[in-house]
């Protein structure tokens, strides 16, 4: 079953912060985020791993709660080449790592001067 | 390095016509996964393969689609006979080995497929 993405769409101004959500009902192994403009390929952000743990760089940030079974993707000081399409990538695997992703319902995000 | 190369990038074929659509992983990387994205059903996988062996083809909505992996540079997602439902953009993407699991997957430009 796919991950379930929240907010599906948000709208910000130049400075603005945003939150995306990501909640799976399956055990995780690792969470990945990407991001997918208008067009074009998704892009890898960044990967998070199970035992809870948070990464960043730049203004983009991630945390990972396992036992909760999601991930949140944090942007800070949006910019407005933040816009696009966020994807989170769940990996489940009782068993450990498959590299198997099943991505989220996307949000929609869009930074406005 | 080239990235994941995917053609062509956009097909236009007639209803029951068969169509293949082609990929070129980035060298090193020893999986290899076939998407699909629509507006309706967000990007789904369709199959993947570990070291040229499909592992998981659950996602393979029917017999007229296949997918090949002849060797560790190439590989192939065919559908015969194509039909209007068909129509989406089809992304390859590959990964490094399990162990390197600081990188994620990287994506191909896709094919954007019509099919009237």
């Known amino acids: 079953q796919q991950p379930v993405q929240s907010p599906q769409a948000v709208i910000l101004r130049e400075g603005e912060d945003a939150v995306i959500n990501c909640s799976s009902s399956k055990a995780l192994y690792s969470v990945h985020w990407y991001r997918q403009k208008h067009g074009e390929a998704p892009v890898f952000l960044m990967i998070l791993l199970k035992g809870g743990e948070q990464k960043g760089h730049d203004k983009i940030s991630a945390s990972f709660n396992e036992k909760k079974q999601q991930s949140s993707l944090y942007l800070t000081a949006s910019q407005l080449s933040y816009s696009g399409t966020y994807f989170c990538g769940t990996e489940s695997s009782p068993g450990g790592a498959t590299n198997k992703l099943i991505f989220g319902t996307g949000t929609l995000l869009a930074v406005q001067p | 390095d080239a990235g994941v190369i995917q053609s062509p990038r956009h097909e236009v074929t007639e209803m029951g016509q068969e169509v293949t659509l082609r990929c070129k992983p980035i060298s090193g990387h020893d999986y290899l996964f076939w998407y699909r994205q629509t507006m309706m059903r967000g990007l789904e996988l369709l199959i993947y393969?570990?070291?040229?062996?499909?592992?998981?083809d659950s996602g393979m909505p029917e017999d007229r689609f296949s997918a090949k992996m002849p060797n560790a540079s190439f590989s192939t997602l065919k559908i015969q006979p194509s039909e209007p439902r068909d129509s989406a953009v089809y992304f390859c993407a590959s990964s490094p080995p399990r162990l390197n699991r600081n990188y994620g997957y990287t994506f191909g430009s896709g094919t954007r497929l019509t099919v009237v």
């Open positions: 393969f570990n070291n040229n062996v499909p592992i998981d």
